[in-house]
């Protein structure tokens, strides 16, 4: 089975802080993708990347950026968090349509 | 109008009895169906796809698709308490490289 790992299962940061969420897949699948869920809202694309240092904006990008340095790991940044940003967040991995999903971190920005 | 839709519910449905839960799509060009379960504080995990029209059988599941009414509808058949979970619907377009989202239909199985 194909294991999506994200680093943190919950997180707290401050204001202003820079945030780092990681995500490892072990599939060595192309696609990769980060979304946060809120109620009422759904499942939000932010960023997704499809290849090695190549990477696509989603719906909602703002504040945020990512990276992709190597095939199993694809990173969210939160470059001065606030408070709008407390979220789950979660990453999947696909190879061609279905996605895995991690384990989700809960982000709480106070 | 949204690319996928489906009723946010709550449904509710009597233990052993079938759940019936419905998305249609905007894109006609649409081709890769997916319904996930989602329990509460939990990620999505994949349960059902379908590539074609008619039906696909795996378990108590039953997912069904009609592209010409750009309809897919996941059965439940003998309803469990663990079956009550929010069902997401999501679809793939040609090219896309992502799936679309619905906004997920919380369901109750009650005992």
């Known amino acids: 089975d194909v294991k999506v790992t994200q680093s943190s299962r919950y997180l707290v940061k401050r204001t202003g802080e820079k945030v780092f969420l990681e995500c490892v897949q072990d599939m060595d699948h192309e696609n990769m993708f980060w979304y946060r869920q809120d109620p009422g809202l759904g499942l939000r694309l932010i960023y997704f990347s499809y290849d090695v240092k190549m990477k696509e904006k989603g719906d909602i990008p703002e504040g945020y950026s990512v990276s992709r340095e190597k095939k199993e790991r694809f990173s969210l940044i939160l470059e001065s968090a606030s408070t709008n940003q407390t979220s789950m967040y979660l990453c999947?991995?696909?190879?061609?349509?279905?996605?895995?999903f991690g384990s989700g971190t809960r982000l709480t920005v106070v | 109008q949204k690319e996928v839709e489906q009723n946010s519910g709550p449904l509710s449905v009597p233990e052993g009895a079938i759940a019936s839960l419905n998305c249609t799509y905007s894109d006609r060009g649409s081709q890769s169906f997916f319904w996930y379960r989602q329990y509460s504080g939990k990620s999505p995990e994949l349960i059902m796809f379908?590539?074609?029209?008619g039906d696909k059988e795996d378990g108590r599941f039953t997912a069904q698709l009609n592209k010409a009414s750009q309809y897919v509808s996941l059965l439940i058949r003998d309803s469990q308490p663990s079956d009550s979970a929010t069902y997401l619907c999501a679809v793939a377009t040609p090219g896309a490289q992502k799936l679309v989202f619905g906004q997920g239909t919380r369901l109750t199985i009650n005992p």
């Open positions: 379908i590539y074609s029209n």
């Open positions: 999947a991995s696909s190879l061609r349509r279905g996605y895995t």
